[in-house]
């Protein structure tokens, strides 16, 4: 983050103008110039922070390898997992990648709808996020079986057993809701790509790369029909999107919500755990596009105004998440149920009081940071928040999975929860996966949606700009 | 009927008598038995089928073994036979019956014929996990020669060959320079060999050595009763039992029985109201004491002053002596209770003199002769001797205690020239006394080992000869009862093993003889001519022999010298004083005094009151352990006469306050695999002056910790709040009550939970058609015992996982027993209740509705099973099953990286053969990655089912028996039908006394438990009871002492 100096400051709301989205004389060609320079400038010239956050990354991705070599030729029982305690860093691991997933959907769909334009700067970002984050997420779920070679059994695959899954499980719901997730998040993200990967092959000068995004663009030529189609299927896919971000971390939440373990057994786990998500997501958005804005001279694109309102959103779902810390309390307090309120005293109280005090003080009293300007403008301070955000949504996860479990109706059963080396490399295994895909995503592929960005330069608004000013009515469709 | 008559033949039209007499000839009616309408001749002739199948099964006289050219009679592939035998421990057998698969034994249960068990085939923990011992791939499996150190493996011919010189120059010599050291036994076939020998052999000696025995009881009773006897307890007929140190209900050979007679006798709360009270005092916390009513922790040393002071406080109230004692009136009345403060002695003795005639008071094997000795004089006075308490004369009187023996022993053995000892069976390098130094002293010997195991003995000895195990051999044993039984083999020797009859025949110049002509011989040699045949085959049907019992006496006071007997007392006696310690040497619950070292189910077995497993641990009272500064886990270093143990510690609530207990048989030096680094040795501060309790000793913290393997409170349960939470809960989840409450509130069991109105939004399923199986389990009656632990493990092939994985919790077994303890830890009467959990099969189960692959389901008669096939291993059951009772198999657990025999490579190894045999093959061996839990035995269910079906008929209530119930000597465990309203078990459902655990989670579970039922003196002040039932806004009972 070397150029804080000079960062151009977009966060001023004058009700009587509208704070440009892209900073400073960018028009539509140096636009592409400097989004399509990421990937196009010669390997000399890409920053050593890149080259060794992927040495780092790929490397902890081997790790992961390895250690998924050593799990399944070993058992589960590499992990530190025991028998109350039948789901630790793995199910913390899935839930946290599945949150974090949040956020790409959140901004390329809802926020479309809403026609929030400061979208359109961070959307290919965030999406290729949520597609890292929810393969992370699928591959604990699948490791985490007993025995992995027959996970699939989890998919509905016809066979001559007529042996189907067991559709009451919320375990099958969240093979369904997260894979239609993966889905149309795919599609979603790729669709939306195909016009900027057509600029990167129309610019391409070697074979390979046109080649590669030849065949990626999937032969768009810009053409008004092309584009009318284009829109109205972007419009249809943030339509069935939308319902997804809703839906994904409610099935998830499900998991727990439909046991009957206490602490497990509320019902407000499916707005909290949509909120934590969105919170949760949009830190990664920020721990992710503060460095690569800086890496890849991407501030005028990505700036400061998005940054802020990532903040803003972000201080707004802490604090439902903190409400919701608040509720569960109330609540085990209003029931008067030994088992449940237990289940809560002890979390604050009990052997893992650490980490749910590291929750709370990540996930509720670091965003308050962000009712200060000065935090929300400042790049290194909010990456400082937003990582605690990150780490605060895993402890989240862990304080719900695993104090539940250690502590539930039998106190001969109650025991406690160590991870083993292998669990802490997965996750690091895994955190570096995410990194290694996201990283390569910045160097190949456009980071920014330069089509959609365009929309909204005040070059690309020449026809109601004069509306705007007079009508004081920003949202109003365009078309 | 109308229309046409059809005929076959002329004859059977017109049916003449000549017709039926040419039919009857061609086509003879059923054997008369089978026409018969006597329940009794068809139960006979039933009774000879089984004998006769008895003899075609098992292994033939004829020791060779080849392939069926034609399958024998009776002997259909699969289908189980059973057979009767025995197991010797300790010099008393305990009845058993095998069940055999194709010729592998794999089930061990109690002789359900046996008079002993009372018919009720029960078997405790240690010989059901016996049949884990034969299949022990560590077993030794040849001779073994020792030769520049280093044992070279033999055969037994060889052995023969160089054994065969020296042996017979012995004889020559009249056996001088023999001397023999055997274990306990009352084989008639080895006492018979042993006279022979003395006959043959005059100079030979013989050591009979255990190092727990109850020869403190046989000298007690020569004392009092002028010869030495066994004490036979008839606990059904006692309405209140007093235990001075006696855990007559685990650590005896009779406790199958007595915990049966004992249970019988709380049970009478339910029919008349009326139930025993037990009083223990002792120092350890035992299985007795948690059934105890009222339980005094005291220092072992200081019971005899107490039963004294009880004899004294007796007197004063007007108990009267027989003449013979009557000198020991004035001698009793230095013992006043008041100036030791025993406050609850005068209380116990209105008690005892209120119940005379019905009162038994025991005295536990650790005690002093003399203890034993005013116990005998007491039951006698209170009029228990005859009514409540019988004995039965020692057969072998003349022998010297096994103390005397081992001294002797190693007398003989440090005297001059090389002799020969002969060990069968026994492991003296280990248990011998500390002081004898018995490995430096038998390695300047020429010895030959006989054992199973090539155990520290084996590693001095000259010779170690691989033993059969007690299912591969023939022989003969009594029970505590005198009852003989005859011990025949399952199968043939895995390793040709032989038998101490085998090689004491040797010994005598006798190579031909096999044990079963041996054991034949001594038979046959007693049995009238021609009738041999007989008895013998129904000796081997029934598992003993008719009549066999020893007679049961009530012998009056002898005269003795009781001013000795109470000086010898009082002189033991010293007060506690701060900072000093007793140790207490106590077999274990599970390795017994080391023997069973080696058994996996043994040491993963939890300690019935400690939950301890792969572990042995100096057990000290929490209030010792505040002042030494420590905690369970850390170490204490142990010191009495000049040696020193390091060891770490055990807060036991409810232990005696300066007294530790250590419990023997851990810390084996040479052993197989399962038994290195596991526990530590105490027998390496037992000596000769303080077998059972060292009145002095310092114990002191030691360095380091060493973290204990405990199947309940995993780490302690780490924080204030837990521990307050637990006191909250358990009274809910193990209900308690005393006697007196349930007769004015016979509901009172639903006082202790808040219960909520239950309401069920759908319709569940229809269960009315066919079986309802269901399980109850009677609180009051269960004592902990853990035999249904090792029965189910056993059944249903419940791997062993180790320490590490203990330590981790993950222990497998699917039957676990959860012990809470009651009332204030720091005072005297600190309560145990014990409460064994398994599936609870949930009508509206929470494991089923989670899986995602339909792993887990329920069958059509309502029970809860596990596709192990279909499991793919996301542990989402256990993690909503709300008593944890699923279990999840980490690893390949009988083969895989953390089983002790693995080495801990990643990869599986391979079962050998002979693990794998020692598997039922009516039950899935689990493979990694799947869930598992309690069927209700469903392979028992089904195999009764089948033969039902088959026969047309309805299945009988208790015909089907699971592998808890089947063996739980309290009869705690009940299973059957509840569409049957006339089973057992659905009288249990709508016992007064019955509760569903967690009953506010509507999961309707198939289990209902029997609320434990506690009979004071007096009504606790503060009764842990609470009016209204429901809508009295709290349902959380107090903690209540029992």
């Known amino acids: 983050m070397a150029a804080i100096v000079g960062e151009f400051n977009n966060t001023w709301d004058d009700p009587r103008e509208r704070a440009p989205l892209v900073g400073r004389d960018h028009d539509f060609r140096s636009l592409t110039d400097t989004v399509c320079n990421v990937t196009e400038r010669p390997f000399r010239q890409v920053p050593i922070g890149w080259y060794i956050a992927f040495a780092i990354s790929s490397s902890l991705t081997l790790v992961l390898g390895a250690m998924i070599l050593y799990l399944f030729c070993t058992g589960v029982g590499v992990w530190g997992l025991n028998n109350p305690v039948g789901w630790g860093f793995d199910i913390t691991n899935f839930v946290f990648w599945v949150g974090i997933g949040h956020a790409g959907t959140l901004i390329s769909a809802i926020l479309f709808l809403f026609r929030q334009k400061w979208r359109t700067g961070i959307n290919r970002f965030a999406e290729a996020m949520t597609i890292f984050a929810v393969i992370c997420a699928l591959l604990f779920p699948g490791i985490h079986v007993g025995r992995v070679w027959v996970a699939y059994w989890m998919g509905p695959i016809p066979n001559q057993m007529a042996m189907w899954p067991q559709f009451r499980s919320p375990l099958l719901w969240d093979v369904f809701a997260v894979g239609t997730y993966f889905t149309v998040s795919l599609l979603f993200w790729y669709m939306g790509m195909i016009p900027d990967l057509a600029t990167l092959r129309d610019r391409a000068r070697t074979r390979i790369r046109k080649i590669v995004y030849g065949l990626l663009a999937m032969g768009w030529n810009g053409s008004a029909r092309h584009w009318h189609r284009f829109e109205r299927a972007y419009l249809l896919l943030a339509a069935l999107a939308t319902p997804l971000v809703l839906s994904v971390h409610s099935v998830v939440s499900f998991d727990f919500a439909t046991s009957v373990l206490p602490g497990w057994h509320t019902t407000i786990f499916p707005p909290y755990f949509v909120a934590g998500a969105i919170f949760g997501g949009f830190a990664m958005v920020l721990t992710l596009a503060i460095p690569a804005r800086a890496w890849f001279g991407l501030k005028d694109i990505i700036t400061l105004r998005h940054l802020e309102n990532m903040n803003k959103v972000l201080l707004a779902t802490g604090c439902i998440v903190g409400y919701a810390y608040m509720t569960e309390f109330f609540i085990s307090w209003y029931g008067q149920n030994r088992y449940e309120s237990f289940t809560f005293m002890t979390r604050a109280q009990g052997p893992f009081s650490w980490a749910y005090w590291t929750m709370i003080f990540c996930n509720v009293v670091a965003p308050q940071a962000f009712w200060f300007r000065k935090v929300r403008t400042t790049p290194w301070m909010m990456f400082i928040v937003a990582n605690f955000v990150n780490v605060g949504m895993w402890f989240e996860r862990f304080v719900i999975i695993v104090t539940s479990l250690a502590q539930d109706f039998t106190p001969s059963a109650w025991d406690t929860y160590s991870p083993t080396w292998v669990e802490y490399l997965t996750l690091a295994g895994s955190i570096g996966l995410f990194l290694t895909l996201f990283l390569l995503f910045c160097r190949f592929l456009p980071v920014v949606a330069m089509a959609e960005v365009k929309t909204v330069m005040p070059q690309g608004e020449v026809h109601t700009r004069q509306r705007i000013r007079f009508d004081y009515n920003p949202d109003e469709p365009r078309d | ?1042």
């Open chain 2, 1 to 1042: 009927m109308t229309g046409k008559q059809h005929w076959r033949s002329l004859g059977e039209l017109s049916d003449s008598p000549r017709f039926r007499a040419f039919l009857e000839s061609e086509f003879p009616p059923l054997p008369e038995a089978w026409s018969a309408s006597s329940r009794r001749q068809f139960l006979k002739v039933m009774g000879a089928s089984l004998g006769l199948a008895g003899l075609t099964g098992c292994r033939w006289p004829k020791e060779t073994i080849v392939p069926f050219a034609s399958r024998p009679e009776n002997r259909i592939p699969g289908v189980p036979v059973q057979y009767a035998t025995a197991m010797e421990l300790g010099g008393y057998a305990r009845p058993l019956l095998v069940r055999s698969y194709d010729g592998r034994p794999i089930k061990i249960e109690g002789n359900n014929l046996h008079p002993f068990l009372a018919q009720r085939g029960r078997a405790d923990a240690l010989a059901q996990a016996a049949i884990l011992d034969m299949y022990d791939p560590d077993r030794s499996v040849n001779p073994l020669k020792r030769q520049d150190g280093r044992a070279v493996p033999r055969t037994w011919g060889e052995f023969l060959a160089e054994t065969r010189e020296p042996l017979a120059k012995l004889r020559a010599a009249g056996g001088d320079g023999l001397l023999i050291v055997s274990q306990a036994s009352s084989s008639p076939t080895l006492a018979a060999l042993r006279e022979r020998l003395h006959s043959e052999c005059p100079k030979a000696r013989w050591f009979e050595y255990e190092p727990v025995s109850f020869d403190n009881e046989r000298e007690g009773t020569r004392i009092a009763l002028g010869a030495p006897h066994r004490t036979w307890l008839k606990l059904d007929a006692a309405d209140l039992v007093v235990s001075f140190d006696d855990d007559f209900l685990m650590s005896h050979p009779a406790a199958v029985r007595y915990t049966g007679d004992f249970a019988a006798a709380r049970a009478r709360a339910d029919t008349d109201r009326t139930m025993n009270r037990l009083v223990v005092i002792e120092s350890n916390y035992s299985v007795t004491g948690s059934k105890a009513d009222h339980r005094f922790a005291e220092r072992a040393s200081d019971v005899p002053v107490r039963l004294c002071q009880l004899a004294a406080e007796l007197l004063k109230k007007g108990l009267k002596l027989p003449p013979a004692a009557a000198t020991i009136a004035e001698a009793l009345k230095g013992f006043d209770a008041g100036a030791l403060q025993a406050r609850y002695l005068p209380e116990l003795a209105d008690d005892l003199l209120a119940h005379a005639g019905r009162v038994l008071i025991s005295v536990g094997p650790r005690q002093p002769a003399e203890a034993h000795a005013v116990a005998a004089l007491l039951n006698g006075a209170l009029g228990a001797t005859g009514k409540t308490v019988a004995y039965i004369e020692a057969a072998d009187a003349a022998r010297p205690t096994h103390a005397a023996a081992i001294a002797a022993l190693a007398q003989a053995l440090g005297g001059d020239g090389r002799k020969m000892v002969l060990v069968l069976n026994a492991n003296p390098v280990f248990d011998a006394p500390a002081e004898l130094n018995f490995a430096e002293l038998l390695s300047r010997h020429d010895a030959i080992h006989l054992g199973l195991y090539a155990d520290e003995t084996a590693a001095v000895s000259g010779w170690h000869v691989n033993a059969a195990h007690f299912l591969e051999s023939w022989g003969d044993a009594r029970a505590w009862d005198g009852t003989l039984s005859i011990v025949q083999p399952l199968i043939a020797p895995l390793y040709d093993g032989k038998t101490a009859v085998e090689m004491l025949a040797h010994v005598l110049g006798d190579e031909k003889s096999t044990a079963y002509e041996l054991v034949r011989g001594t038979h046959s040699a007693a049995a009238p001519a021609g009738t041999f045949e007989t008895w013998w085959q129904k000796a081997l049907h029934d598992g003993f022999v008719e009549g066999s019992a020893a007679r049961l006496k009530a012998p009056g006071v002898a005269e003795a010298n009781w001013a000795a007997v109470l000086d010898s007392i009082r002189s033991a006696y010293a007060p506690p004083a701060e900072g000093e310690f007793e140790l207490v040497f106590a077999p274990d619950y599970k390795v017994y005094d080391g023997r069973f070292a080696n058994n996996g189910w043994l040491q993963e077995l939890p300690d019935p009151i400690t939950k301890l497993t792969w572990d042995n641990a100096a057990y000290i009272s929490p209030a010792d352990a505040r002042r030494l500064n420590v905690r369970s886990g850390d170490f204490l270093e142990v010191a009495a006469e000049g040696r020193t143990l390091r060891i770490p510690a055990y807060v036991l609530p409810g232990h005696a306050r300066g007294s530790v207990t250590l419990p023997l048989g851990y810390g084996r030096r040479s052993a197989g695999v399962v038994a290195k680094r596991v526990g530590f040795d105490t027998y390496s501060l037992r000596t000769a002056s303080g077998p059972a309790v060292v009145r002095k000793a310092s114990v002191k913290r030691g360095r380091g910790s060493r973290e204990l393997a405990t199947t309940q409170d995993h780490h302690a349960i780490d924080s204030a709040l837990g521990r307050k939470e637990m006191r909250g809960r358990v009274p809910e989840l193990a209900r308690e009550g005393t006697l007196g409450e349930y007769k004015r509130n016979p509901k009172f069991v639903e006082t202790r939970a808040h219960i909520f109105p239950l309401h069920q939004l759908f319709a569940g399923a229809d269960y009315s058609q066919g079986p309802r199986w269901a399980m109850a389990i009677d609180l009051a009656r269960c004592t902990g015992c853990s035999a249904c632990v090792v029965a189910c493990q056993a059944e249903n092939n419940v791997p062993v996982v180790g320490r590490e994985e203990v330590l981790r919790g993950r222990e497998m077994s699917w039957i676990r027993i959860d012990r809470y303890f009651t009332g204030d830890p720091e005072s005297d009467e600190v309560g145990v209740i014990h409460q064994p959990l398994a599936c609870q099969h949930c009508e509206n189960a929470p494991c089923e509705q989670v899986c995602p692959v339909a792993a887990t389901v329920h069958d059509s008669d309502g029970l809860n099973v596990m596709v192990y096939n279909r499991c793919i291993g996301t542990r989402y059951c256990s993690n909503n099953c709300p008593y944890k009772v699923r279990r999840f198999n980490w690893f390949y657990n009988h083969h895989g990286p953390k089983h002790p025999r693995s080495g801990g490579r990643w990869l599986q190894t391979k079962l050998t053969d002979i693990e794998k045999l020692g598997n039922n093959p009516d039950v899935t061996v689990r493979s990694r990655g799947v869930m598992e839990k309690c069927t209700f035995c469903v392979q028992r269910i089904n195999a009764v089912k089948i033969d039902a079906k088959n026969n047309q008929r309805e299945i009988r209530d208790g015909e089907i028996l699971t592998a808890c119930q089947q063996t739980c000597p309290a009869d705690a465990i009940v299973f059957g039908d509840l569409n049957d309203p006339s089973s057992a078990v659905s009288k249990l459902f709508g016992n007064d006394r019955a509760y569903e655990l967690l009953q506010h989670l509507n999961v309707r579970t198939r289990n209902r438990y029997l609320a434990n039922l506690k009979n004071p003196v007096r009504e606790p002040e503060h009764p842990a009871e609470h009016a209204q039932p429901h809508g009295s806004g709290h349902g959380a009972a107090e903690g209540h002492a029992g």
